[in-house]
């Protein structure tokens, strides 16, 4: 998206700066184009944007001249005085009086979408601080997506290195591979840390301010952080992200019953550990545990395991990744009681149906692992102060992240992003949001297309997706009216796969053959979360089936799944070409 | 993977009936273009209106034709297992095509009772994999017809069709369920659940020996009368490793007090070296040896780097140039293997563990190089920075303990190799010479450790016999 904002202004300044070949290719791809979803993108007035590297001082325009919106009452930032609290408040009044602020932008939460929000906040030149109660990094960094890669990749190895069969087709001898626990505890560990000082050193760089301490909004503008200090910001922004939601009468020990917070530090491995959840976390989980030695058993409310995938992608994933490994389930059940070790018994999860509510097992295993979901973190943030009434604890948002309050009226110059809002519980989500909102206080409208907002599971091999499911896409296309179809190539297929023996996988592309419209695409196969983004990219930027077809991968290499998917959609002929044919130059 | 249904099928066939596998003797026309039939199925069709009505419950699950080109299918999986309940359009089978795998469906409603063909098999297409009983009384007589059905697929193997016992076997399920009416509920991990509806044992059967008395997966494979062996060891050895978890002792009970080491990498490979070593056949051959003529001469070059090790390789590979049987393996129990090198192995007691550095092409390359790649090799061996060639390309193995005052033993044959050589010390000894003359001379036993199968008896005592000759003459080493 940004980057077709940029061609705009690459189009002006081309004509002026000749030099620059690589923008006056593209604007004159851009100038052609005929997009509509291209051109809403552009701003009514030019406004800064890296491309392509440059710098906007690159096409020599002051940064404060464009950053400046028509809506910013502001003062210039650098020579503004801090105003005590009492002062603030009087400034407050809506009667045309230019206010004056702390800072332009308050972030409350430094995780992974209060980050984003934060650098691409100080891109624009806005005075930005971000407030952390806990740890910088967040969930994400911490407790989350960071070290279970870390502990992901010693069980993708792990498991490799067991598998006798798939090292004796390669040739290869291996014996007796074992792990030290503490070892691959210390590797999740430290992976953390290492990350959590460069995002922490990364605003520091870029001259954001790290205020320590819980924040809570005192008011419109106004934010409390650690016990008295009291700041204010022509716009805030909440990022509080979210715990791990753990239901009633589960009672977690941190020790034999826990929840991904403690399971990420590895303290021990159970030889039987039961999974409440099959979504994400749990099978991540199950894919490490299984590869370090445990039994897994998985506990479901649903009917099925892996609910939210692709059901197709869904059903080989249970095919690959639970049934040959030492994984049993109950499905259509509710943990209602999970009890810890202790005095010499282990741990008891007593079952119910899910349906009739009657008792139906009670299981006996070493450990459970809570993974039944995550539950928004925004007690405390004061919120009451604002007439913000959260729904099951989500702040409500529009679609552009502004809050909503208590009567459906629009906060002002409040937003909440993440996790907190519940829009799409993923880390890079928040960060899109975040940078999304940043866009919008500085002066040009953005809304984020949640529908090209990739997802991956992390699991041997891995699932990735994005946008809509095919039952998804097919109640949509019935309602809407229009066609769906549906191609999906195998990993059989493709010679890379193949030299590296791991054929299994398919990837699923759903698409309107009227237009050439990518509505989803499912990938489950080796490396197939970073394959992913052909396809969002393609959603995000509006490209269709019947140009990104003519693309080149390289090959072999397991892009070539993704060409091969996109070569056998079968666009209708009429369909129009929405880029135009490339310029040479 | 690709799976197939025909109600998520791109291609706009109607019905999509190539994945469709099961075929009612009763409507055979409609499939007929897709699955042929096998013999067995028609015997049942005379006078078929009378029998319709119990025959055509039970119906052969074929091996569907998934492309034009199919000749044979292979299983990949049963995502149903003997005596689960089927509905219409459940996926039951995978099965592998050129290109793909895909889900086979089924058209009937009934219950899976008997897989004819088992998962990693193949059978042509047509040949029917499995039976499919409508009702629970039928499938007694589904697993009789499932034992002839198997007898006459021309693919599976004869094991496989061995006819299930008459009497169904229960199903754990049930076992589970009525379970917790019980005084004490039957516990059994989930790869112990997995091994038992693998192996077909009633869990009733098999007494529990884990945590808890719950039954294990290696419970479950010793009441199978499955040595735990070879589906144990890749489950045992992660759980067996991690400090905290003292789980996997599945054999003999541990005496108090005791501690578990696991193998090293290097103490792991000998083991299974070891082992393997137990199915050639070998015998033994010894020798005396007078070495008063290598000790001299031991002494003249050892100021020059000369190894007592070196000396015996090179020995050692001079006889073997003359008897190349010696030298030769017996790879696959048919042939012999000549090696067109001579490299002596000798083994090497390193840090806790054994390896077997090789001196390559040993009859070729002089004492003194010899000597000086025998020290490298070992410095290398001692870092353990041995290229695998380096330690095991070997043809013939030397193993001395002599230092130690040993005056002999007997070595366990490499796998791989034909023969291998114990050397005991050199000790005065008296002797009687030809004449009748007593004297008192160095005397060394040598005992060589041989492959029957290409090495016989002869041949290794003609070996020795020109090693004593070179040892006791051994000016040619030297040349």
């Not at chain 1, 407790?143 to 290195?161: F, H, N, Q, Y």
């Not at chain 2, 004490?184 to 008395?213: C, E, M, W």
């Not at chain 2, 199915?279 to 005396?288: D, K, L, Q």
Request: proline share 6%; net charge neutral.
């Amino acid at each position: 998206m940004h980057c077709s904002a940029a061609f705009s202004q690459a189009a002006t300044s081309a004509t002026a700066v000749p030099t620059i070949s690589g923008s006056r290719h593209v604007g004159a791809l851009h100038s052609s184009s005929s997009s509509s979803s291209c051109t809403l993108l552009i701003p009514s007035k030019p406004i800064n944007l890296r491309f392509c590297g440059l710098r906007r001082e690159a096409f020599g325009f002051s940064p404060s001249a464009f950053t400046r919106c028509s809506n910013s009452q502001r003062v210039r930032l650098p020579s503004r005085r801090r105003f005590k609290g009492s002062n603030v408040s009087a400034s407050l009044g809506d009667n045309g009086i230019p206010k004056s602020f702390d800072y332009d932008l308050i972030i409350i939460g430094a995780g992974v979408g209060g980050h984003g929000a934060a650098l691409h906040a100080v891109e624009k030149g806005l005075k930005t601080a971000i407030i952390e109660g806990d740890v910088v990094g967040g969930t994400c960094v911490n407790r989350g997506c960071v070290p279970s890669k870390a502990l992901l990749a010693v069980s993708g190895r792990m498991r490799e290195l067991q598998s006798e069969h798939h090292m004796k087709a390669l040739g290869l001898q291996v014996h007796a591979a074992g792990y030290d626990r503490q070892g691959v505890a210390d590797h999740a560990n430290n992976l953390a840390t290492k990350i959590r000082n460069n995002l922490t050193n990364s605003m520091k760089a870029l001259g954001v301010d790290i205020l320590t301490g819980v924040g809570t909004i005192l008011g419109p503008q106004k934010v409390k952080f650690g016990t008295d200090n009291i700041v204010t910001a022509k716009d805030i922004i909440i990022a509080t992200g979210s715990v791990p939601f753990v239901p009633k009468g589960i009672e977690v020990d941190g020790k034999t019953v826990i929840t991904s917070d403690h399971a990420l530090k590895l303290e021990f491995v159970p030889d039987w550990i039961a999974i409440v959840g099959s979504g994400y976390i749990g099978l991540e989980f199950s894919d490490v545990y299984t590869a370090l030695g445990s039994e897994v058993t998985f506990i479901e409310a649903l009917d099925q395991l892996m609910p939210g995938f692709d059901p197709e992608i869904g059903k080989l994933a249970q095919r690959v990744l639970i049934n040959p490994r030492k994984i049993d389930y109950h499905t259509g059940v509710f943990a209602t009681k999970i009890t810890p070790a202790k005095d010499g018994k282990p741990v008891t999860i007593e079952l119910i149906d899910a349906k009739t509510k009657e008792p139906k097992d009670t299981l006996e295993v070493d450990a459970a692992l809570i993974a039944t979901g995550r539950a928004p973190f925004t007690n405390g943030l004061g919120l009451e102060n604002i007439n913000v009434v959260t729904q099951r604890g989500f702040v409500p948002v529009d679609e552009r992240m502004r809050v909503i309050d208590a009567n459906g009226n629009l906060v002002p110059h409040l937003y909440c992003i993440g996790d907190a809002n519940g829009k799409m519980m993923l880390a890079h989500a928040a960060s899109a949001q975040g940078i999304s909102v940043v866009e919008q206080v500085t002066g040009r409208d953005h809304v984020l297309n949640h529908l090209s907002i990739p997802a991956a599971c992390f699991t041997h091999p891995e699932i990735s997706m994005v946008g809509l499911t095919e039952p998804q896409a097919r109640e949509k296309a019935e309602k809407e009216g229009f066609e769906v179809s549906v191609v999906k190539t195998s990993f059989k297929a493709n010679t890379k796969a193949l030299a590296e023996n791991e054929g299994e996988g398919l990837a699923k592309l759903i698409y309107r053959p009227d237009n050439g419209e990518i509505l989803g695409v499912h990938i489950f196969g080796l490396h197939a979360a970073d394959l992913i983004h052909e396809a969002s990219n393609a959603i995000a930027l509006g490209t269709r089936i019947q140009d990104i077809k003519f693309a080149v991968h390289a090959h072999p290499t397991l892009s070539e799944v993704l060409d091969e998917l996109f070569k056998a959609a079968k666009v209708k002929d009429h369909a129009s070409n929405p880029v135009s044919e490339p310029v040479a130059v | 993977m690709a799976t197939l249904s025909p109600f998520l099928s791109k291609t706009p066939l109607s019905n999509t009936p190539t994945i469709s596998f099961s075929s009612s003797i009763s409507t055979p026309l409609k499939w007929k273009s897709i699955t042929s039939f096998s013999p067995s199925g028609s015997s049942s069709s005379r006078s078929r209106r009378r029998i319709f009505i119990v025959q055509s419950k039970i119906r052969e699950i074929f091996m569907p034709a998934l492309s034009s080109t199919m000749t044979e299918g292979k299983i990949v999986s049963w995502i149903k297992s003997e005596g689960d309940v089927l509905s219409k359009g459940e996926s039951v089978v995978v099965v592998e095509s050129d290109k793909a795998d895909m889900d086979v469906e089924t058209f009937y409603d009934g219950i899976l009772a008997a897989i004819v063909v088992p998962e990693g098999e193949s059978a042509p297409v047509g040949a029917a994999i499995g039976i499919l009983a409508e009702t629970e009384a039928e499938v007694a007589q589904a697993k009789a017809k499932a034992a002839s059905a198997g007898a006459a697929a021309p693919a599976s193997h004869p094991v496989t069709s061995t006819p299930v016992p008459a009497v169904s076997p229960p199903e754990p399920k049930k076992v589970a369920e009525s379970a917790p009416s019980g005084p004490r509920k039957t516990v059994a991990t989930p790869y112990a659940k997995k091994l038992l509806k693998q192996h077909k044992v009633d869990i009733n059967s098999v007494v529990g020996t884990g945590p808890f008395g719950r039954i294990t997966p290696e419970d479950v494979e010793k009441a199978a009368g499955i040595a735990p062996s070879k589906s144990v060891a890749p489950s045992a050895a992660p759980a067996a490793l991690p400090k905290p978890a003292p789980a996997a002792a599945p054999a003999a009970p541990l005496l108090p007090g005791s501690t578990v080491v696991p193998f090293t990498t290097m103490q792991a490979a000998v083991s299974k070296n070891m082992i393997e070593s137990l199915s050639v056949p070998t015998f033994r051959v010894g020798y005396p040896i007078i070495t008063d003529a290598l000790d001299a001469l031991y002494e003249k070059v050892k100021p020059k780097g000369v190894t007592m090790t070196a000396l015996l390789a090179k020995a050692a590979a001079m006889a073997l140039v003359q008897h190349p049987v010696v030298n030769a393996s017996c790879k696959d129990g048919k042939s012999f293997t000549y090696n067109a090198n001579i490299n002596i192995a000798v083994a090497v007691a390193i840090n806790g563990g054994l390896i077997t550095p090789v001196l390559q092409d040993a009859d070729k390359l002089d004492l003194y190089l010899l000597s000086q790649k025998w020290k490298e090799l070992v410095e290398k061996a001692r870092s353990k920075q041995l290229q695998p060639h380096e330690y095991n390309s070997g043809t013939f193995t030397l193993s001395n303990l002599g230092m130690f005052g040993v005056d002999r033993f007997d070595a366990i044959l490499p796998p791989g190799q034909g023969a291998i050589m114990a050397v005991g010390a050199s000790k005065p000894t008296v002797v009687a010479d030809a004449d009748g003359f007593f004297g008192v001379k160095s005397k060394m036993l040598v005992n060589v450790t041989a492959d029957h199968r290409i090495i016989y008896g002869a041949d290794l005592a003609a070996f020795l016999q020109t090693f004593s000759k070179i040892v006791e003459n051994p000016e040619s080493l030297t040349l």
